[in-house]
């Protein structure tokens, strides 16, 4: 089968240098596609043309509406959360639904998505995590456990918006007088310039543009990862497949529709977070097992397989 994915430009890297997200998943799927026998790459929309590949991917509204207009079928998958915050009546939501109802077929990473958009075309299609990049190392039950956030943060054009949920991971920190390191892009500097008493907790640690190389010390350097998001186009979303590939157990909250074995599910309430990490240390090895139980079912290869499957039904 001869696949293209779409590149989504603005100056995005396919693979991607350092913080990643759409770019990651294309390149995962371009080269679990390619393991699996296919040819598979990725160009951008002007330089794609009718008839030239079996299937084509696209992974943005406006390009896909592009495709439409150029009479080239594609599969469509979203992974943007404004959706929802902008609202029905807004030009990024009537931007997406277009590309959903000129697509062979939608692939939503949310449950939520399926239901907000209410289209027949529309399927839930979880991510994955690349469980050769990510692994365990055997680690004891820790004592003092470091506690992990790996977000970029920020809703709507407000950088400092704590859509990821900082705050609650500094106040769990400084509940139980623990070592909590944020790590993310640069922008996350606006949530903390504005939130100085977070700033201020004297065992924060903050890491700023970890390049993917390096991603895998970072998780081995911790033992819990915390995420509690308010807001998220994919559930779960790459940073809590990529912890739980590496050992680490979640603290997080996702939608009930998708169970995440070895994940403690908590709202954004520093106290229901800490029942969920004093269960985690009381039952360690029970948690990490299940951790590396999902995260190798969730692998970009499975999830491949289960793309093609997807692909051929178009």
Known sequence: MKICHVDPGCGLTIPPKDWGAIEKIIWEFEVNQTIL??????????????????IVHCHVANLANNLKERGIPYIYQLHDHHVLHYGKDSHVYKENLEAIEGSLIALMPANWLVDYFNHPKCVYFSHGVNIDDFYPIDKPVPKNPK???????????????????FQYGVGLAALNNLEITIAGPTNNQNFFNKNLWALNYPKLNL???????????????????????????????????EAMAAGLPVIADWEMEVDLHGCWRAPRDVFKMDKGLKDILNDWSSYREKCLKTSTNLSWLNRTKELIKIYKTV
Do not use: C, W
């Open 37 to 54: 026998g296919h040819d598979s790459t990725h160009k951008m929309t002007a330089n794609i043309q009718p008839g030239e590949f079996d």
């Open 147 to 165: 506690l992990l956030m790996l977000a970029n943060n920020g809703l709507g054009g407000d950088r400092a918006f704590d859509r990821k949920g």
């Open 207 to 241: 890491v700023f543009n970890t390049p993917n190389s390096e991603l895998l010390n970072l998780y081995h350097q911790h033992d819990i990862f915390l995420h509690p998001t308010m807001l998220e186009a994919g559930h779960p979303n790459l940073t809590m497949v």
